[in-house]
């Protein structure tokens, strides 16, 4: 670790990006935490030797009004998202399974920033977005990082919260009685597709020991494992009460998730995220309709938060194949996503396509979202000074913030590969 210099300026969160090299994750306490919660080691195992990466070396700093306009546009899109008007819309290409309404909002909706000159830019919502018990964790395992920063906690918007862990399960709890009301919660399938060789393992099993301690009986599980008879879903001879839902099969649409998706419909078990959160708030698409004022003053936007929106989404339009010259000539400047991708699973940066890509993906269902290039943090790795890229992940639920994180890494998207890289606490800077 080497200390920043004493100042008698407070700088402010761009400079203390660029030139704090504090390391503040203190691995002993991540130690401590994991082994308190799992004394044979597997958990500390599992992220420390395994995924060594998962948690970045150093803290990265926001700006309080950075914070705010961020907070701004998340509640400016839970307006729009709110409007009949606007669902009509987006349901209409959605799946079958997204016109089923139930009552429940869809636990942990992830809303991305990236920081750019004119500040932050929304680059997509994901609907199951993974990590928030992971940065639950990475925060108590931090040391103070220089004086200059001063006391502020980081990773939350308000000091006098509760915990992260109990507002999760309170979340849970919130989805399970919109739908039964005040039937006693029972069991939990955390349902992802070959979940044991899944990179966030770890975090599933963070939620099952959460759920248990609270008495709530938990598998983790692939969909195949589940069976629906005599009105209920299964899991062997266990009832499934809830499924938290981290498939990336959204709408639910595959043969592998056939019996989840037959049971959900028949309202035989709670399910969150649901298809429906999906197409209203990820699809890619979406992102288009929300920064066309067009769209926006048809469907009755108010001035305000059409100016809120237009700011603060980066442009994003539909990919059609009778512009691809254009887009071809315009490369540079854009990044193509499939409407109903995660992560960076088939997005590319336009300066990196081939011909052959490009093609595919002019026949495919694609979305080109002007290139807003991440601000950066400097670190020290090895004795070397070396740029990582962040953006900014809030978790939200029911339009409201739960958790920041930052993630840091190299390359063309975040992979969690990247020494000194990986999930940051963030600390808000005046």
């Known amino acids: 670790m080497n200390p920043c210099p004493k100042q008698h300026v407070f700088p402010n969160a761009e400079q203390l990006n660029a030139t704090c090299h504090c390391v503040s994750l203190n691995r002993k306490a991540m130690r401590n935490e994991l082994l308190a919660l799992d004394p044979d080691g597997e958990l500390y195992r599992m992220i420390a030797e395994e995924r060594p990466h998962l948690f970045a070396e150093s803290a990265v700093f926001v700006g309080q009004d950075y914070l705010n306009r961020q907070l701004q546009i998340i509640a400016a899109l839970e307006r729009v998202i709110a409007m009949p008007a606007y669902q009509q819309r987006v349901l209409a290409h959605a799946p079958a399974s997204a016109r089923f309404q139930p009552k429940s909002e869809g636990v942990f909706l992830g809303y991305d920033f990236h920081i750019s000159e004119d500040g932050p830019k929304l680059i997509e919502i994901n609907s199951n977005a993974g990590g928030a018990m992971i940065n639950a964790i990475l925060i108590r395992a931090q040391n103070n990082c220089c004086d200059l920063v001063g006391c502020q906690q980081p990773g939350r918007i308000a000091q006098d919260a509760l915990p992260p862990e109990q507002l999760f399960l309170d979340m849970f709890y ?90 959900y419909l028949e309202n035989a078990v709670v399910v969150t995220p649901h298809p429906r959160n999906h197409a209203l708030y990820a699809d890619k698409r979406n992102l288009a309709l929300l920064c066309d004022d067009d769209f926006l003053q048809a469907i009755g936007v108010d001035l305000q938060t059409r100016a809120i929106l237009l700011q603060g989404i980066a442009h994003t339009f539909l990919v059609n194949e009778r512009d691809g010259e254009a887009l071809w000539a315009e490369r540079k400047q854009l990044f193509f996503k499939p409407a109903k991708g995660y992560g960076s699973k088939a997005a590319y940066r336009g300066d990196k396509l081939t011909r052959r890509v490009f093609n595919d993906i002019l026949h495919h269902d694609y979305v080109a979202q002007t290139l807003i290039k991440p601000s950066e943090r400097q670190l020290e790795i090895d004795q070397q000074i070396v740029d990582l890229k962040l953006d900014l992940r809030h978790y939200v639920y029911r339009g409201q913030t739960q958790l920041i994180c930052a993630r840091l890494y190299q390359g063309q998207t975040t992979n969690f590969r990247t020494p000194g890289g990986g999930f940051a606490q963030v600390v808000v800077v005046s």
């Open 174 to 263: 919130r989805e399970w009685r919109a739908e039964r009301d005040n039937q006693p919660l029972r069991s939990i399938a955390i349902v992802d597709d070959d979940p044991q060789n899944q990179y966030m393992l770890p975090e599933f099993k963070l939620f099952k020991q959460l759920f248990e301690r609270h008495r709530i009986a938990t598998v983790i599980c692939d969909p195949t494992e589940l069976t629906f008879r005599d009105g209920a879903l299964w899991r062997g001879d266990m009832r499934i009460d809830l499924v938290y839902n981290r498939l990336t099969d959204f709408g639910l649409e595959t043969d592998t998730s056939r019996t989840l998706r037959d049971a």
